[in-house]
């Protein structure tokens, strides 16, 4: 049956075509009957080889799979759901994105307004649910018109706010890219054809120039976003900007590079001959001057405690250290503005766009002790070589001792450091590697070295929610055009169990190159380690802060179709994240409570 022509369908068309002829190439659609037009849309731009579509029937794992493309392409993904708590499911996405700058398109259907505030279905006050984070919102009209040959004003309106929308999404009049949230009340009929000139204005770059909009969001105007190696930045290091700050030599200087900090605090660090404690999310912990073991080496009084200045890029959150450091009063910090808020723990932290070295001479004595200590703080995980000579000798008792040590090698338990680094050593610069808010990210950022790879985490605001479905939507957006590589995400127990949802992939869709490994130790023991340790008692902790499970993963791998490994030694886990294969991977490593 032939679909006659709906208004809903035509500004549908018009909105998305808008965003795709602009640059965007992935929608991520959870069903619903009020944004069936969006929906069908954008199916029939997949049907016409423009935009990677990807289904998923939780809205919160919708949001996570758009931000984890976000980050890895640097362009927005459109998530498109239907009205209600649909859209309320997406706040936790759009919260990560406005805190990481990561760009974020959603289209939420909606009731008209005549519709709201009347007890009608499905219906609540959506327009303003994203205000605090959305770099730009708009409640948009209702669409009334036809429009048969693409010229209709009601096409263009929708077009040009597709095009604010876009802009918006990565920064422009902001300090950063974020989310934009696009209300789209619609009425009946919901759906129609699709209009003929769909494609063309689809492929066509539209000239319609942005709607003249005020945001009600509160990203601020400033700075320079640059796109790191793993994923989002938010600094700039140009020697050759006159606007940017200039950063005198002299005093006794370290960068600090926090989550998304990317290459550019590595440039930094290198032109000014400063020390380079980086954190293991920051996508900078390589070069020369990355300081091994920073923990230790900021509480020494010899090192940390000589500390006159701190450069900061990225957002820092992983150690106590660096937040003490950063709140001295002793100690002069520059912070390189970036999304979400500015670092200013101790009040007095002076806050950047953008900066460059300038003048004078490096401190090759500071340098060199922070290098040296670096050295001797260094940790090497790696198993033991084969005694090549004991293992050919002739001499029984020798060749035995060679053959023993090796099976104790062979046989050696997993720990929580070996699992670390043998993810950090899998993985290579056309890989990707990323960190769930658990336990195992703080023994990362504690033990591994320097290595120059694609590194992401959710450290906007460090929640343990959409892990799986940020890998995913990274996965299938750095193997575009068949590009190798292969994503792992490393994470614990709980922060999988807590994104479930997001191991349910539709069939026929690409199959996303991903090992999830999650280390098991049957509940939160990252609490072990914090303030609540010292207070709560044994039982307490038990009951409302480990949250002891005792999930079967191999049954949940099974019933969601993802290939599944157990492994409990070094050499398994070597052999199975180094293995030829693709598709979907869970790796369970159980680990001592």
Request: hydrophobic share 45%; glycine share 12%.
């Amino acid at each position: 049956m032939e679909r006659a022509a709906a208004p809903a369908t035509d500004a549908a068309s018009a909105l998305l075509a808008g965003l795709v002829a602009r640059g965007v190439r992935h929608v991520v659609v959870s069903p619903g009957s009020r944004s069936q037009a969006l929906a069908l849309v954008a199916a029939d731009l997949e049907r016409a080889g423009l935009v990677h579509l990807h289904v998923r029937i939780d809205e919160r794992v919708a949001g996570f799979t758009a931000l984890g493309i976000g980050r890895e392409t640097g362009m927005p993904a459109v998530v498109v759901c239907t009205s209600g708590t649909a859209v309320a499911n997406l706040l936790p996405a759009a919260l990560e994105a406005h805190h990481a700058g990561v760009p974020l398109l959603l289209l939420t259907a909606d009731r008209p307004p005549e519709l709201r505030g009347v007890g009608a279905n499905q219906t609540t006050r959506q327009p303003g649910l994203f205000r605090a984070a959305a770099r730009f919102e708009a409640d948009l009209p209702v669409p009334e018109a036809v429009d048969h040959d693409g010229t209709a004003e009601q096409t263009a309106e929708f077009d040009a706010v597709a095009a604010t929308a876009l802009a918006a999404s990565l920064g422009e009049g902001a300090r950063a890219a974020g989310p934009v949230h696009l209300n789209v009340p619609l009425r009946e009929p919901l759906a129609g054809a699709a209009p003929e000139w769909l494609l063309e204005r689809a492929i066509a770059r539209p000239v319609a120039p942005p709607v003249d909009l005020e945001s009600d969001g509160e990203a601020e105007a400033s700075g320079a976003l640059y796109q790191g190696g793993g994923g989002i930045g938010v600094a700039d290091v140009a020697p050759e900007t006159e606007a940017a700050f200039p950063l005198e030599l002299g005093p006794r200087t370290v960068v600090v590079a926090g989550a998304d900090a990317g290459p550019a605090a590595e440039e930094l660090a290198h032109r000014g001959g400063f020390p380079l404690v980086a954190e293991i999310v920051s996508g900078a912990r390589f070069g020369r001057q990355v300081v091994h073991g920073y923990r230790a080496l900021l509480r020494d009084p010899e090192l940390g405690g000589r500390i006159e200045r701190a450069v900061v890029l990225g957002h820092p959150t992983l150690s106590r250290e660096v937040a003490i450091l950063l709140g001295r009063e002793d100690v002069e910090v520059i912070a390189v503005r970036g999304p979400g808020e500015p670092v200013n723990l101790n009040g007095a932290t002076q806050g950047v766009d953008a900066i460059r070295v300038a003048g004078g001479e490096i401190d090759r004595a500071w340098l060199g002790a922070w290098m040296r200590a670096s050295r001797e703080a260094a940790v090497d995980l790696s198993p033991p070589a084969p005694d090549a000579d004991g293992l050919a000798s002739a001499v029984p008792h020798e060749r035995l001792g060679a053959i023993n040590a090796e099976v104790e090698v062979i046989r050696a338990p997993l720990d929580r450091a070996a699992l670390v680094d043998a993810l950090w050593r899998a993985t290579w610069p056309h890989d990707r590697l990323m960190f769930g808010s658990s336990r195992l990210v703080r023994v990362a950022d504690e033990l591994l070295g320097g290595k120059k790879v694609s590194v992401h985490a959710n450290r906007g605001l460090a929640g343990i929610d959409g892990t799986v479905a940020t890998a995913t939507g990274i996965a299938l957006a750095s193997q575009i055009e068949e590009r190798p590589g292969v994503t792992r995400v490393l994470l614990g127990d709980l922060a999988f169990l807590h994104d479930l949802g997001a191991l349910l992939l539709p069939p026929g869709e690409e199959e996303p190159r991903l090992q999830v490994v999650v280390g098991n130790d049957g509940g939160g023991t990252i609490f072990d380690g914090l303030e609540v340790a010292a207070v709560a008692g044994a039982d307490a902790m038990e009951r409302v802060q480990y949250t002891p499970q005792t999930a079967r993963l191999e049954q949940l791998a099974l019933a969601f179709g993802w290939e599944y490994h157990r492994v409990t030694t070094r050499v398994a886990l070597d052999q199975v994240l180094t293995a030829p294969g693709g598709g979907r991977q869970l790796i369970e490593v159980p680990l001592p409570r």
